[in-house]
């Protein structure tokens, strides 16, 4: 994929509600083909960062550029064009429960005065692409939830957009029906090379679909890069907590009273430090004790990362050249500690 051509960014970006701010000083910048994730908690901004970024609200204050232009000095004409780059997925769906699944996908076509026979080409093209063609003629309130989010991302695609935004697209949606979406956004983006903002409070569907990430609190971009970096190397608290909450919760019994001559480790190993035999070296060198307690692979998009949790004991010396050992090895450590 490109990777050098920024098809949406922000500069100084901010919003207020009533003097309130939502966002402030957000500076974003998307580049073709990335399928880039916005993540934070409830009340973080995300919402209202993607609104502004879809060009359905206006900030309070900078810019929001796609392609280029300046998304809030485009006319009338430029802007109509402007929202046919663009697809939304929603959480809830938002589909016409009056209309059938292929008046839905038709719906954003009509308001783009396509012909109608164009209309009905792409139609079966997307219920084909979503695997709904048996679907056709059946209405919102018959569909499971998976399968309205998929009439959902067909209409998305009706326009052939640039762009997909998609609003915490999984969240209503139960684990197995998610891997199922998650699978076919990356299926999108590889037939379309169509660039994805996604925005999400699960660092499951980071891991699983995006390459970059941009971590959300109070507003204000506290993290961001690609996956792969700040998974394997978090630097804010914010972002620590999104990991450590990623499916692996560290049993509270792991935790013991303090003492200067044991330390609770999480070690991450990645790249060529993967295939050494750290614990192995450590305790024969510095003779300390490494009792592994916990373990686990993180399989992101283009590299796979290893995780381990240990128990390790003896003198402070020891326990402080492992320390240096580590760093010097790369292999990055965290000394856990009850929160």
């Not at 409830?42 to 879809?54: H, N």
């Not at 929603?90 to 292929?102: C, K």
């Not at 679909?209 to 792969?228: D, F, H, P, S, Y």
Request: with cysteine; aromatic share 6%.
């Amino acid at each position: 994929m490109n990777q050098s051509i920024p098809i949406l960014r922000t500069k100084s970006l901010s919003k207020s509600y009533r003097k309130i701010p939502a966002l402030q000083d957000i500076d974003l910048v998307v580049e073709k083909g990335d399928i880039y994730g916005i993540i934070g908690q409830s009340g973080a901004g995300k919402s209202t960062l993607l609104r502004c970024l879809a060009g359905l609200i206006n900030p309070t204050s900078g810019n929001v550029f796609f392609d280029q232009q300046n998304i809030l000095e485009m006319n009338e004409k430029t802007l109509r064009h402007f929202h046919l780059q663009i697809g939304m997925i929603f959480q809830h769906f938002n589909l016409l429960s009056s209309r059938s699944v292929a008046q839905n996908i038709a719906y954003p076509m009509e308001i783009a005065k396509k012909k109608l026979a164009e209309q009905n080409a792409k139609i079966d093209e997307l219920l084909s692409l979503v695997h709904l063609t048996h679907k056709k003629e059946m209405h919102p309130a018959s569909l499971s939830g998976g399968e309205k989010q998929r009439v959902g991302i067909a209409r998305a695609l009706a326009n052939a957009p640039q762009i997909l935004f998609c609003d915490e697209a999984t969240s209503a949606l139960d684990p197995k029906t998610t891997k199922e979406i998650l699978q076919l956004l990356k299926t999108i983006h590889k037939k379309f090379n169509i660039t994805i903002v996604l925005i999400t409070h699960d660092m499951e569907v980071i891991k699983a679909i995006c390459n970059k990430v941009a971590v959300l609190e109070r507003g204000k971009i506290v993290e961001q890069g690609l996956v792969t970096e700040v998974f394997s190397d978090p630097q804010h608290p914010i972002t620590k907590n999104f990991i450590q909450n990623s499916l692996h919760e560290i049993p509270t019994e792991f935790f013991k009273t303090h003492s200067p001559n044991r330390k609770l480790l999480k070690l991450r190993f990645k790249g060529q430090a993967a295939g050494e035999p750290i614990i192995a070296q450590i305790v024969k060198e510095f003779h300390v004790e490494a009792n592994i307690l916990l373990g686990w692979i993180d399989r992101l998009q283009t590299i796979t990362v290893g995780t381990l949790i240990i128990e390790l004991s003896g003198e402070h010396e020891g326990i402080a050249q492992t320390l240096v050992y580590l760093n010097e090895r790369s292999v990055q450590y965290e000394v856990l500690e009850r929160g």
